[in-house]
């Protein structure tokens, strides 16, 4: 089952930076409809005037919305045309000694990763399920399915999308409706600004993708109906070798990270 993105009226969270905004760029000229929703809405307007600029006749609808309040999410959907593809993109991070990190941060994290996540899923699956058309991206993590000191409840949320997709995807066999999920590793956005960098450790730069190169594999891997990618050929090799690692042999090898996390993190 192919993920229909060709004149189809498509939203993208997330879509004022990162991977969405070059999601939006590599759809704009086959999409009909693109809704872009985020919370910046100045991102949102410029981007749009680019992607009017793409392809002359694209309708592109801008949506200020904070994906973590319920109530602005269900006010946004009533706005909403009939969506044929949903990209749930929009999410955060936050990197911290789990005791002593930010309640409300972590609260804002679950909220967008996961609780926006399933909201918008919930109010707009049933009409595609109905017309037995459409497409559902989410965009987990590497971290949806290995873990790592410092990422604990970044990892809980994008443990949640990945199991939350798979099971979601089996129930839509034979619907018309395709569910795809994309686990990147590191890619080079703005997510470190706000997810922090206690230790400062710095990723070498071949482990990092660009946003653009990380978007267009897993629009291909969409588009052909696949139940997950991990984009890149570093993101693949590193979290392949961390699933068929034992678990004893991990929890020995992180250990070490957690150890220098903690040195680095001022009591
Ligand atoms: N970068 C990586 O290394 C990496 C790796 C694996 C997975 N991912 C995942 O990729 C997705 C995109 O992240 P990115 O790397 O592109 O980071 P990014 O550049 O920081 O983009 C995050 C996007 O999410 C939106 N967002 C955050 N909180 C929101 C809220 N409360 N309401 C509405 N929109 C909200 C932001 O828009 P506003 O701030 O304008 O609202 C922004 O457009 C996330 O789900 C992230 O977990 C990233």
Known sequence: MRAPLDGTTQLITGASSGIGA??????????????????RTDRLETLATELRGLKPGLTVQVESCDLADAAALGALVSRLPPVDILINNAGMGDI????????????????????????????LLPGMVERKRGGVLNISSG????????????????????????????????????????CPGPVATEFEAV???????????????????????????????????????????????????PRWMMRLLLARGGRFLRSKTPA
């Open 22 to 39: 070059e999601l939006a760029r590599l759809l704009a000229p086959r999409a009909g409809t693109l809704i872009l929703v985020a919370r």
């Open 96 to 123: 911290d000694l789990f005791e002593r990190s930010d309640a409300a941060k972590t609260d804002l994290m679950m909220r967008v990763n996961m609780t926006g996540l399933v909201q918008l899923t919930r109010l």
């Open 143 to 182: 971290f949806g399915m290995t873990w790592m000191p410092g990422f604990s409840v970044y990892c809980g949320t994008k443990h949640f999308v990945t199991a939350f997709t798979e099971a979601v995807r089996l129930e839509l066999s034979g619907t018309g409706v395709v569910m795809t999920q994309s």
């Open 195 to 245: 997810a922090g960098n206690p230790t400062g450790t710095k990723i070498p730069a071949f482990l990092e993708q660009s946003a653009l190169d990380c978007a267009r594999q897993t629009l291909g891997a969409f588009e052909r109906g696949r139940a997950m990618i991990t984009p890149g050929f570093w993101a693949t090799v590193l979290i392949g070798l961390g699933r068929m690692t």
